[in-house]
């Protein structure tokens, strides 16, 4: 059940992510501010998406490996689709530093051109809610993936020869803006 529910997790909040990128394109052209600001976040949007796209390839060949954990359990395979789950979420890091520095940097527009930093700066605050759906999406999978190896035939040692699932708290999510890394115990 938590695996569904944190795979879930991460597929809807890169749908939101995706979403409020485009958003921010669909309305650019409506605005009448500088053109150099436009271009520069048609240009940074348009980077993200790219970066949101090579982030979900990783997710999907992470969410193939849970699946394969799901049908069947091992450590080596646990191992594997957290290991791919954990690299997906460290992709995060750069593009979401640069939405970030945009938001900055829109933030003293003179008046006239202040509507960019509001757009910006409320899809920006989505992305990152969305950010903590992914995470929070993976924190469960972690979680109920060190479930399943602990309940591994004759423990997870013998069951496949790797180790156990103590192993397994090497997992860390790096904030994508601070690049804060916490470990989680699991």
């Known amino acids: 059940m938590q695996i569904s529910v944190g795979r879930a997790g991460i597929r809807q909040g890169l749908k939101e992510m995706r979403d409020n990128a485009d958003y921010i394109l669909a309305e650019l052209p409506g605005l009448n501010v500088s053109s150099s600001w436009k271009q520069r976040i048609k240009s940074e949007c348009e980077k993200f998406l790219e970066s949101l796209n090579e982030i979900n390839k990783k997710f999907?060949?992470?969410?193939?490996?849970?699946?394969?954990?799901?049908?069947?359990p091992t450590s080596i395979a646990?191992?594997?689709?957290?290991?791919?789950?954990?690299?997906?979420l460290?992709?995060?890091?750069?593009?979401?530093?640069?939405?970030h520095d945009l938001v900055v940097a829109l933030k003293d527009l003179p008046?006239?051109?202040?509507?960019?930093?509001?757009?910006?700066a409320e899809s920006a605050s989505n992305i990152l809610s969305a950010e903590e759906r992914i995470r929070s999406g993976a924190t469960d999978?972690?979680?109920?993936?060190?479930?399943?190896?602990?309940?591994?035939?004759?423990?997870?040692?013998?069951?496949?020869?790797?180790?156990?699932?103590?192993?397994?708290?090497?997992?860390?999510?790096?904030c994508g803006l601070c690049a804060r890394s916490e470990t989680i115990d699991i």
Request: negative net charge; proline residues 5%; without cysteine.
């Open 60 to 72: 999907e060949v992470a969410d193939q490996h849970v699946r394969q954990f799901m049908d069947t």
């Open 78 to 88: 646990a191992h594997s689709a957290l290991k791919l789950l954990q690299d997906g």
């Open 90 to 99: 460290s992709e995060f890091r750069q593009p979401l530093s640069e939405i």
């Open 111 to 120: 008046q006239e051109d202040s509507i960019l930093y509001l757009l910006v």
């Open 141 to 174: 999978i972690t979680s109920a993936v060190k479930l399943a190896v602990d309940s591994i035939p004759n423990g997870p040692s013998q069951a496949d020869g790797s180790s156990s699932s103590s192993d397994l708290k090497w997992l860390s999510l790096p």
